[in-house]
């Protein structure tokens, strides 16, 4: 599969509230673009430290976003603005894209997400 653009995109190209795609996949022979969320995660040791780590993961909380759901604003950030993003690159938006969010961790995690 050829890959036809591979780059990162900064935290002032999305703005403060979106912060940065890590990892910016578009691949135009199949229609898809990938968003690769890279965290690099503490080998937790008790399970306080794994639950916290969990936590900003995947659990909103009053003064704090989790990071899956900063990565599925940025998703739909791209869906709304594909056309943008891809012209940006001088593709056309001819048929149907995939957007594929992915979260890549450094370590395994014992979890049931």
């Known amino acids: 599969m050829d890959i036809f653009f591979f780059f990162f995109i900064g935290a002032s190209s ?3 509230e979106l912060g940065d795609i890590d990892v910016f996949l578009l691949l135009p022979k199949i229609k898809t673009i990938v968003l690769i969320e890279c965290k690099n995660i503490l080998i937790a040791r008790t399970p306080f430290e794994m639950r916290s780590e969990l936590d900003e ?3 909103d ?3 704090s976003v989790a ?4 990565h599925k604003r940025r998703e739909k950030w791209i869906r709304d603005n594909l056309e943008l993003v891809l012209s ?3 593709i056309s ?3 149907m894209w995939k957007i594929e969010p992915l ?11």
Do not use: A, W
């Open 14 to 16: 999305l703005g403060k």
């Open 61 to 63: 909380k009053e003064n």
């Open 57 to 59: 993961l995947f659990v």
């Open 93 to 95: 938006r001819k048929g």
């Open 88 to 90: 940006v690159h001088d």
């Open 103 to 113: 979260l890549v961790v450094s370590d395994e995690l014992i979890t049931p997400y």
């Open 67 to 70: 990071t899956i759901t900063k």
